[in-house]
């Protein structure tokens, strides 16, 4: 391996990641919710589900177990919080102060009391609950406890139903059952709806234990969590996007969008406040966890910026030159000195030392309409500099209301940093290459979609990974590091066979791809003239 799992961990300001759903299960904690009212086909799929848990290695603890009641200081904590909140409605509604999601509730706003689900702790509920006595009502944190919701196959729903039909229902399910996951169960089969836009399905007959370790177990293990703009360093008013160093890069983004719009494969954006929500709290609930979001939109354009290349320098050679005792050892092949980072490479059986690249990326904001985008207001700056996640704003851009970084953001940071390792090491073994060169003096292009591309599809030079990773979530750690390792194995793979590299395609299981091109014009060009070898959806 070119870099260790824990060196990646590093790069992307991750924790340890647990990558295999053995990993997943054993750190798993399950509890099933009272029942209130469920058909005879959910209460005995809940049960062979239980079984199942049990058998993968997962912990299930009775109800009670999970519960806690908050401390009286707590619990007076809360209910300042909802008199306030009751407050800020009615000077939202009178006088036009607070943000959006608030002015859109109605009074009285009121959150269940007494005991509480402890954090950590995944809850799975069979059938039809009532309003106010969801598992969500009991939550400490809709982020740390993921909800599970068991139903009978929706009606509209048949063996003839396409992606945008699945993906309808997924959204009025989630919003109405305040739910992370829907299993939904028919006579012979059973149906794993997700944020992602999939749905998977499983025969009865089949192998159960399969499904549930390798495809929902990563899904309750590694949940739709967006990154928090308390997960960045922000320097407010760097970005100048009027800048003419950004022009061909803005306008790369905003035509590109454009022009990829017509492929259909961005599926249009969806507004929070049209969920079927059954109540304000559910829709004040569900836009908190979104980061105060207003929507939602799937796929994401980004480019990468030019990106200085590291040199590649022997172990050997590189320690001669500089006193090893005065490097602080971050992992056994990332260290620190000075305030830089240096990767230990291992390649071709060799160790090279080379600085860590800084990479920094313009992406459409989370929610915006890439066939739309205002330069002003729509596209944001990140960067990934020595493991530190970095956001420049516009001047004047409301970053706690409108700026949004994408779910997709350990994703893209990982491409990123992956395509300067990778032009890195081949400009050290393949001297004039031309994706060093392009890199270097006009950055790349990426664009996610939710749909595929079989691999003997892509164009030549280009290396489709990612097919045997399981299928996690967007915004999951597991994401950003089964990116960059992915890269890693492609460039590892092509010194050794010394095949071209154009750039790659990481397939992301029950999810789309990300796929790499120097510009997003030429993508969207690529994919127009190719409209036979891709789809939107599974």
């Known amino acids: 391996m070119i870099i260790s799992r824990e060196t990646i961990e590093k790069l992307l300001a991750l924790k340890q990641t647990p990558l295999t759903p053995e990993e997943m299960a054993s750190g798993l904690t399950v509890t099933f919710f009272p029942v209130e009212k469920s058909s005879d086909s959910e209460m005995a799929f809940r049960q062979k589900l239980e079984h199942e848990f049990v058998e993968c290695g997962v912990k299930v603890i009775p109800f009670e177990e999970a519960l806690f009641r908050p401390s009286f200081s707590r619990t007076l904590k809360l209910l300042s919080r909802i008199i306030l909140f009751n407050l800020s409605i009615v000077a939202g509604k009178l006088f036009g102060f607070g943000d959006e999601t608030i002015k859109q509730l109605d009074l009285p706003f009121f959150i269940r009391m007494g005991k509480k689900i402890r954090k950590g702790i995944v809850v799975v509920a069979a059938g039809e609950g009532k309003t106010g006595r969801l598992p969500m009502d009991m939550t400490v944190s809709f982020k740390e406890n993921p909800v599970l919701t068991i139903i009978d196959q929706p009606a509209e729903i048949t ?84 800048d003419g160093f950004y022009a061909d890069f803005v306008h790369d983004l905003t035509v590109g969008g454009t022009l990829l719009e017509r492929t259909g494969l961005y599926p249009e954006r969806r507004n929070i406040k049209d969920l079927n929500f059954r109540n304000n709290f559910y829709r004040w609930v569900g836009s908190i966890h979104l980061d105060k979001r207003s929507g939602m939109s799937y796929g994401f354009v980004a480019r990468q910026l030019p990106t200085e290349i590291s040199e590649l320098i022997p172990e050997a050679d590189f320690f001669a030159k ?217």
């Open 322 to 538: 500089n006193d090893r005792s005065s490097f602080a050892a971050i992992t056994n092949d990332l260290l620190s000195k000075d305030g830089t980072y240096y990767l230990v490479l291992s390649i071709m059986k060799e160790k090279l030392v080379m600085p860590l690249p800084i990479v920094f990326v313009l992406t459409s904001k989370s929610g915006a309409d890439k066939s739309k985008l205002d330069p002003s207001k729509d596209i944001i700056k990140m960067g990934l500099l020595n493991g530190e996640m970095i956001l420049e704003t516009p001047p004047g851009a409301d970053i706690a209301n409108d700026y949004k970084p994408s779910f997709d953001t350990k994703v893209i940071l990982a491409h990123a940093l992956g395509n300067a390792i990778i032009a890195a090491a081949l400009k050290h073994y393949r001297p004039g290459n031309d994706y060093s060169a392009k890199l270097s003096d006009k950055g790349f292009a990426l664009a996610h979609w939710h749909g595929f591309m079989e691999p003997e599809d892509a164009p030549e030079g280009w290396h489709v990974h990612g097919d045997n990773n399981y299928p996690v979530s967007c915004s999951s750690p597991q994401s950003g590091v089964y990116a960059l390792r992915g890269k890693m194995g492609i460039l590892e793979e092509c010194l050794g066979k010394k095949s071209e590299y154009n750039g790659d395609i990481q397939i992301e299981p029950h999810h789309g791809l990300n796929f790499n091109y120097p510009t997003l014009e030429g993508l969207a060009d690529y994919l127009l003239k190719n409209k036979d070898k891709y789809k939107l959806g599974e």
């Open 159 to 242: 063996e003839q139903s396409g992606y945008k039909d699945h993906m309808e229902t997924a959204l009025k399910l989630f919003a109405w059952h305040m739910t992370n996951l829907v299993i939904t169960v028919s006579k012979d089969r059973w149906t794993i709806y997700s944020f992602n836009g999939s749905y998977p399905s499983y025969d009865f007959g089949g192998n159960m234990r399969d499904g549930v370790l390798n495809n929902l177990i990563p899904k309750l293990a590694a949940p739709v969590t967006p990154p928090r703009l308390s997960d960045f360093a922000i320097k407010e008013g760097a970005f100048k996007v009027a």
